[in-house]
């Protein structure tokens, strides 16, 4: 039983909400139907006086008019309806959009006057008080003095009536204007309603060149967009590897300088070692001949031996440090040659 009712309230429910939303769309209807006949039915005023002294014969036709079958509006009638109300609509808000922006074009050039205005008044307020305030002061006195008072004034006067001759000469020229554009445009209507078929043709036949100059242009400036776009990446390109290349010139120019101070260690060392391979030749020189002049003996054949091998060894260290010499100068010239090559390379990109 609590589930028959249950049921019953949820359908009551839905039926509720299903007939508000009828009756909101039919209020809806009813507006529109109602802004239409305003606006299409004008009803006389002889028949709102009639409307007025005949309201019981009314009343009696409003029972009679119930009891009649309602006639109903078909579906073409109502789309008929709302096509012309949103054209309507849309009539009014163009109409209110362009009202609007008259407004707001008349409010724009209100607010620039003003904006003159006030510093047309803070330019007369400064220059007031630095020509008379300040400036006219009698020093003695502490007054104003009124010569220069009244010569300031005519000044003024004079510099207004210069801007009020311009602008009257510059609304007589704007006049001039507007005569001329109204003359053009009475022109052009007169010339329109007198435009035969072979004018219309001609003006076709124009419209059509100027369409395809039109499009003529618009494959040139896609071409030259084209264009355009392959020149940025291939000179981004370039800038990318420009920078590889001084990139590369640097650390170039970094390994120079360390085989350039490398050079010039091993140089360093070698006549350090062939200073001292001299000094260590004159020692055994001296000291064979030493030994010579103090024994009669001939030297042993291990002293001998042990000489020629310190010698071999000396020879064998010579050689290898002038070989480094040779490797340093060589690897120099290549890194001066390489960095010759990235600048020309650099010049020509």
């Given at each position: 039983?609590?589930?028959?009712?249950?049921?019953?309230?949820?359908?009551l429910?839905?039926k509720?909400?299903?007939?508000?939303?009828?009756?909101?769309?039919?209020?809806?209807?009813?507006?529109?139907?109602?802004?239409?006949?305003?606006?299409?039915?004008?009803?006389?005023?002889?028949?709102?006086?009639?409307?007025?002294?005949?309201?019981?014969?009314?009343?009696?036709?409003?029972?009679?008019?119930?009891?009649?079958?309602?006639?109903?509006?078909?579906?073409?009638?109502?789309?008929d309806?709302?096509?012309?109300?949103?054209?309507?609509?849309?009539?009014?808000?163009?109409?209110?959009?362009r009202?609007?922006?008259?407004?707001?074009?008349?409010?724009?050039?209100?607010?620039?006057?003003t904006?003159?205005?006030?510093?047309?008044l803070k330019?007369?307020?400064?220059?007031?008080?630095?020509?008379?305030?300040?400036?006219?002061?009698?020093?003695?006195?502490?007054?104003?003095?009124?010569?220069?008072?009244?010569?300031?004034?005519?000044?003024?006067?004079?510099?207004k009536?210069?801007?009020?001759?311009?602008?009257?000469?510059?609304?007589?020229?704007?006049?001039?204007?507007?005569?001329?554009?109204?003359?053009?445009?009475?022109?052009?209507?007169?010339?329109?309603?007198?435009?035969?078929?072979?004018?219309?043709?001609?003006?076709?036949?124009?419209?059509?060149?100027?369409?395809?100059?039109?499009?003529?242009?618009?494959?040139?400036?896609?071409?030259?967009?084209?264009?355009?776009?392959?020149?940025?990446?291939?000179?981004?390109t370039?800038?990318?590897?420009?920078?590889?290349l001084?990139?590369?010139?640097?650390?170039?120019?970094?390994?120079?300088?360390?085989?350039?101070?490398?050079?010039?260690?091993?140089?360093?060392?070698?006549?350090?070692?062939?200073?001292?391979?001299?000094?260590?030749?004159?020692?055994?020189?001296?000291?064979?001949?030493?030994?010579?002049e103090?024994?009669?003996?001939?030297?042993?054949?291990?002293?001998?031996?042990?000489?020629?091998?310190?010698m071999?060894?000396?020879?064998?260290?010579?050689?290898?440090?002038?070989?480094?010499?040779?490797?340093?100068?060589?690897?120099?010239?290549?890194?001066?040659?390489?960095?010759?090559?990235?600048?020309?390379?650099?010049?020509?990109?």
């Amino acid at each position: 039983m609590d589930s028959a009712s249950n049921d019953d309230i949820e359908e009551l429910e839905a039926k509720l909400e299903e007939a508000l939303r009828q009756n909101e769309l039919l209020s809806h209807e009813n507006e529109l139907f109602d802004s239409f006949l305003k606006r299409n039915a004008q009803p006389t005023n002889a028949a709102e006086d009639d409307d007025k002294k005949d309201k019981p014969e009314k009343q009696a036709k409003n029972r009679q008019r119930r009891q009649r079958p309602q006639a109903t509006i078909t579906i073409e009638q109502k789309n008929d309806i709302c096509s012309a109300e949103l054209e309507e609509a849309q009539k009014e808000i163009e109409e209110t959009k362009r009202s609007s922006e008259r407004l707001i074009d008349t409010l724009r050039a209100v607010l620039e006057e003003t904006d003159i205005r006030i510093a047309e008044l803070k330019m007369d307020a400064y220059e007031f008080k630095r020509d008379i305030v300040v400036g006219a002061e009698n020093f003695r006195t502490g007054k104003t003095i009124a010569e220069k008072m009244v010569r300031y004034m005519e000044d003024k006067l004079r510099a207004k009536d210069a801007v009020i001759e311009k602008l009257r000469l510059k609304n007589a020229t704007l006049k001039s204007q507007a005569q001329k554009i109204d003359a053009q445009l009475r022109q052009k209507e007169e010339m329109g309603d007198a435009l035969h078929y072979i004018d219309f043709h001609q003006l076709q036949i124009e419209n059509k060149q100027y369409v395809a100059k039109i499009e003529e242009r618009n494959d040139e400036l896609l071409k030259l967009k084209q264009t355009t776009g392959n020149t940025v990446q291939l000179l981004n390109t370039l800038k990318q590897k420009l920078n590889d290349l001084i990139d590369e010139s640097a650390w170039l120019q970094a390994e120079i300088r360390d085989r350039a101070e490398l050079h010039d260690k091993v140089k360093t060392e070698l006549l350090t070692v062939g200073d001292e391979i001299s000094h260590d030749t004159k020692l055994v020189k001296s000291s064979l001949s030493a030994k010579a002049e103090t024994s009669t003996e001939m030297p042993q054949i291990l002293d001998f031996v042990g000489q020629k091998a310190l010698m071999y060894e000396l020879a064998q260290e010579v050689a290898n440090y002038e070989r480094k010499v040779e490797i340093a100068e060589m690897a120099a010239k290549k890194k001066a040659r390489d960095q010759r090559q990235s600048a020309l390379l650099m010049q020509q990109s």
